[in-house]
């Protein structure tokens, strides 16, 4: 039996009682807690033992779960091992109090001598789970702390330390605004392409920078500053005709274009710049009646997908404005697939059009009916599934079926052949076969359903490979499994009564 696999599988056994995981825990705390780490859900009496812990990976464990219990929460933020706090503080979906986070961002300013990180290495994770924090760090009492939001702020933050009372936090705020609204001069750009490269074409340009990078002969660093707003005038009407077709689409994207500019990208010899401006707002007739007669393909769908729209629609459509109740029936009969698209993203639409859009010919309509509609019928989303679109969004709407998936045990994609262990009646011996099956997670998806054969599902034990997916099987008989594990176990490895039963069979 693989020991340590085993006892992780068994961590993650839905089926394994609560009382028994702790036991498991204070025998083989490493290969448990690894499985513990895996559960959406820890009871909060194996949350406090495992907060308790001597271990420092089983603490970091329990702090780093999301649906951690506050009060543990806030227990684990004094944590003597900073490694333990970090993991409690990181969390992006559970809001720290305001509080809670300004003892721990003080804590920060006095780290032991032997610390791993750096002060700023923390703050930066802070940030990382909740921008929103730079707030409370500028609100902060000590103004050492205060100075940690500096490089962090955006520019209306800044402009708010810029008036801090303190003055080494004020003048480094100055100082970062200032930065901030600076043009890039030719000796900031580094001489070979990396991140700062690329970071400095997107600051504000400088004539001299831009005229640089225009006329280097770089034709990766010439499309980046062809979006950058600051580029000057003199450059956008040279680059419109630079030679380079992904130069000039660049600049037909931009919107501070006049209309000769446009008019000339409408008539661009390549077809990508030309399906690049037929996107535009504000094209004459003229030009739309050019566009849709183009010879391209990829052009005449663009022009009809967003050409004819009006400066209401287009807001809804980028998501500067909500769509009407009374439009989505409109939009949904619209010959525009672009708003028929938007319709489909309506939960509320009645049946009639649900059906309509669900015979859709724009394979988009079809797959946003499937994930917002309640009412899309499961053939749909089996079909956008088969057909790769959002295949994690369709998994998780209640409506995916689940019935006759087993017929897809022989598919040629590996992940259409996992829909076999979401089948609630599948033949158990194609689960058997499965658990071969070239692909690894098919294997481990089968290796962990509940239609596994007991005798296959007792052979996996000894997989190298499969045996915690095994363990964490919930048809798994796990008692005896926990009884061999105990037997096999070195001499004071286990408490003298883990895992023991009582006369009515009962584990204590």
């Known amino acids: 039996m693989q020991r340590d696999l085993v006892l992780k599988g068994l961590a993650e056994n839905p089926a394994v009682p609560v009382d028994v995981l702790t036991r498991l825990l204070c025998d083989?705390?490493?290969p448990v807690v690894a499985g513990l780490r895996a559960r959406a859900d820890l009871p909060v009496t194996l949350q406090e033992q495992m907060a308790g812990h001597e271990s420092r990976q089983v603490r970091s464990a329990v702090a780093s779960h999301e649906p951690l219990d506050p009060g543990i929460r806030e227990t684990l933020l004094s944590d003597p091992d900073w490694h333990v706090r970090t993991w409690a503080f990181a969390s992006r979906e559970h809001p720290l109090p305001e509080e809670a986070l300004i003892r721990v961002m003080t804590d920060l300013l006095d780290l032991p001598d032997d610390m791993p990180f750096l002060d700023h290495e923390l703050f930066e994770e802070m940030f990382f789970a909740d921008r929103n924090r730079i707030l409370v760090v500028a609100r902060h009492p000590d103004p050492r702390v205060r100075r940690f939001a500096v490089p962090y702020a955006g520019r209306n933050r800044l402009r708010f330390l810029v008036t801090d009372p303190d003055p080494q936090v004020a003048a480094a705020a100055a100082a970062s605004v200032a930065e901030h609204e600076r043009l890039m001069q030719p000796a900031d750009l580094p001489k070979q392409h990396c991140h700062a490269f690329w970071w400095v074409l997107q600051r504000p340009l400088s004539q001299a920078l831009a005229e640089q990078v225009a006329a280097s002969g770089d034709v990766e660093a010439i499309q980046s500053i062809t979006v950058n707003p600051t580029l000057p005038p003199n450059l956008v009407e040279i680059l419109a005709r630079h030679p380079d077709p992904e130069v000039r689409d660049g600049i037909a994207a931009r919107a501070d274009l006049d209309a000769d500019q446009v008019a000339a990208f409408v008539a661009d010899p390549d077809p990508a710049v030309r399906a690049v401006v037929a996107g535009r707002a504000g094209l004459t007739r003229e030009q739309i009646a050019a566009l849709a007669a183009d010879?391209?393909?990829?052009?005449?769908?663009?022009?009809?997908?967003?050409?004819y729209l009006s400066e209401e629609e287009r807001a809804i459509l980028d998501g500067n404005a909500d769509l009407a109740p009374d439009r989505a029936p409109q939009w949904a009969r619209s010959k525009n697939p672009r708003l028929r698209r938007r319709a489909a993203q309506c939960p509320d639409l009645p049946p009639e059009l649900t059906d309509l859009l669900t015979t859709d010919p724009d394979a988009t309509v079809r797959t946003n009916l499937a994930l917002n509609h309640p009412g899309a019928p499961s053939e749909l989303l089996l079909s956008c599934f088969l057909d790769d679109r959002h295949r994690t969004e369709l998994l998780a709407r209640p409506q995916f079926p689940r019935t006759g998936l087993s017929r897809f045990a022989d598919h040629d994609d590996p992940r259409v052949r996992l829909l076999v262990a979401r089948d609630p009646d599948p033949d158990p011996m194609v689960i058997g076969?499965?658990?071969?099956?070239?692909?690894?997670?098919?294997?481990?998806?089968?290796?962990?359903?509940?239609?596994?054969?007991a005798d296959r599902l007792t052979a996996l034990l000894d997989d190298a490979?499969?045996?915690?997916?095994?363990?964490?099987?919930?048809?798994?008989?796990?008692?005896?499994?926990?009884?061999a594990l105990r037997q096999t176990a070195p001499h004071g490895t286990v408490t003298q009564d883990a895992g023991r039963r009582d006369d009515q069979g009962e584990w204590t």
């Open 295 to 307: 010879p391209d393909d990829a052009v005449r769908t663009t022009i009809a997908t967003y050409a």
């Open 433 to 453: 076969r499965l658990t071969a099956d070239p692909d690894r997670r098919v294997r481990e998806a089968m290796a962990r359903s509940p239609h596994l054969p």
């Open 465 to 483: 490979e499969l045996a915690a997916d095994a363990a964490a099987n919930p048809s798994l008989d796990w008692e005896p499994v926990i009884e």
């Open 28 to 30: 083989w705390p490493h």
